[in-house]
């Protein structure tokens, strides 16, 4: 049996509930009853990282479902006044960054990385890194961890790391010079393969040894029809975020299936045809409550008793 289990979870916004019920099924399953005790790392991009956190800080399922369905709508408030002064969403993010900001303090006060009771991988991006000679400043990504060794973030704030992951462009603005890690991996597996393979953290485990549960937050089926497309900024501003986003979470995908072979697995769950969810559609809540209550999960519960199982 594999020695060193890592969870990934995708970013996805308020879709986040549906990997929290499925977890939720998942432990609620005999045998499984202590798999999240048994991870070694947990990984996360956007709603994901804040999954991650909040699993590693020791956050019950049952809360943390409970805070996306009551605490989903403060945080996805988009009031008309304000997308009067954002002259309809032109100029300045979707939402206020404050809600989210209360939310993260109440539930992990000061906490800082190092004081969580897992490894953790968090994505965000750093728009300026700031650097004293020119020919090295630029924006960069930026993996937070709790590793012991060189370059770890074990000071850093749990509250202040899950706004960074957060921080969608158009849906919030940047937080502290930093927006989501989705814009490079919003589904952030094959950082969390590769971390385990940094011989500066060791000890490192070998690739045989290592096995991956990739988490999806739900994905809608979407197209652009035609075969050209002569656009500007204005018509592809809509769909790029989405192209990003899921362009990124399925190059992982087949990067770490073929690292890691039958000792990868990833639940994805698909919405019908004709149902789509983004990421900030509270109104969804319900649907997506009974989503992911009643999604076939039968192949992945079967794979995690040969890999994750005490």
Request: overall charge positive; proline content about 6%.
């Amino acid at each position: 049996m594999p020695k060193y289990r890592i969870v990934s979870i995708d970013g996805g916004g308020i879709r986040g509930l549906v990997t929290t019920i499925l977890l939720q099924r998942i432990v609620a399953t005999p045998g499984l009853e202590n798999f999240l005790k048994s991870i070694n790392l947990i990984a996360g991009t956007s709603t994901g990282g804040l999954l991650a956190l909040g699993i590693a800080y020791g956050l019950d399922l049952e809360h943390i479902r409970d805070l996306y369905i009551k605490k989903g709508p403060g945080i996805f408030d988009d009031s008309w006044l304000d997308d009067l002064r954002d002259l309809g969403k032109l100029r300045g993010a979707d939402y206020k960054i404050k809600p989210l900001r209360r939310e993260l303090k109440s539930l992990f006060g000061k906490a800082t990385l190092g004081q969580l009771k897992k490894h953790v991988l968090i994505t965000a991006f750093d728009l300026d890194n700031e650097d004293p000679k020119p020919g090295k400043r630029t924006w960069k990504p930026k993996l937070f961890h709790n590793f012991s060794g060189p370059g770890s973030d074990s000071n850093s704030s749990v509250a202040d790391v899950g706004l960074y992951t957060s921080a969608a462009p158009t849906y919030f603005p940047s937080v502290d010079g930093y927006i989501d890690g989705g814009v490079y991996a919003n589904n952030p597996s094959i950082c969390a393969l590769a971390q385990t393979q940094d011989d500066r953290y060791g000890p490192t485990p070998k690739l045989k040894d290592v096995c991956l549960l990739s988490l999806g937050t739900g994905t809608s089926l979407q197209y652009i029809r035609g075969k050209s497309h002569d656009w500007g900024y204005v018509q592809w501003i809509k769909p790029l975020i989405n192209l990003m986003f899921d362009g990124t979470t399925g190059i992982a995908d087949y990067q770490c299936s073929q690292f890691l072979g039958n000792r990868y697995h990833r639940l994805a769950p698909i919405f019908p045809a004709g149902v789509t969810v983004p990421m900030d559609d509270i109104k969804k809540i319900p649907y997506m409550i009974e989503f992911a209550e009643h999604l076939g999960i039968n192949d992945t519960i079967k794979w995690l008793k040969s890999n994750f199982a005490s």
